[in-house]
């Protein structure tokens, strides 16, 4: 049996910090009711504290389909004029998050749903217009976190459910990405918490060849990492995902994991999950 089958990531507290995963989940758990269901019944059964942090899936663009607005996308990624805005926050902030709260509140998680603007959780900046305007799409640095205040609210023993909706501080709602959120909210918490921050999507994790579900790739370091980009192994786009990774252990995460939600249950049992990155291995 090789080193990487015997990981372990059960919930740990390392110099008297409690545990805490802040997870992201994508349209392959949001757009289908019964992964959804699935994944929110192992999300409540983690020990420690929780963060769930999401975005739209698909629902959005099919709503705002439905009232003839048309999605306007640059290489993926969303332009979000007045008319967008007020879709996603509708969908983000209201459909979604409170499906999500009503279901882990059915699973007894006192979970509470939150954009940014709440509480002053999360502020971002209007994302300047250079070659392209991406409208009221929001961009988070360093001070955009509020800990103090998360911290609190867990403490007092809510779940925060996080859509991917911000504010500027001057009264703007602003849409912004989910997977940015996830990061910061675990780089800001990670001097108060053990922090471990979670990534579900479509794949096992990791893969060495991305057609095969079978070569999962269990534990990269950045020594590791750095072979596998040479090698051609990791490229396109799983690069900005793992760079972003490594960027929040350097801040003081644990450890970064990738994986499929089917799969969350692993790690109450103790079993393997995903692909793990961290310092070391």
Known sequence: MNKSDTVSIKSTEIAGKKSLHVIKIGGNVIDNSENLYHFLKDFETL??????????????????GDLGIEAKLVDGRRITDIETLK???????????????????????????????????????KRPVKTIDYGFVGDIDENSINPGNISKLME???????????????????????????????????????TTLIYCFEKKGVLQDIDDEDSLIREINPEHYEELKKERIIHSGMLPKLDNAFTAIACGVKAVIIGKSDDL?????????????????
């Open 265 to 281: 249950g692993n790690i109450k049992n103790n079993k393997p999950f995903g692909t793990r990155l961290s310092k070391t291995t």
């Open 47 to 64: 020990d420690g504290y929780k963060i769930l942090v999401h975005g739209g899936g698909k629902v959005a663009t099919q709503i705002a």
């Open 87 to 125: 879709v996603v926050t509708m969908v983000y902030g209201g459909l979604i998050n409170k499906n999500i709260v009503a279901q882990l509140q059915r699973f007894g998680n006192n979970a509470i749903g939150l954009t940014g603007a709440d509480g002053n959780f999360i502020k971002a900046k």
């Open 156 to 194: 007092a023993g809510f779940t925060p459910v996080f859509c991917a909706i911000t504010h500027d501080g001057e009264g703007q709602l602003l849409n912004t990405n989910a997977d940015t959120i996830a990061s910061a909210l675990a780089v800001n918490l990670a001097s108060l918490y053990d």
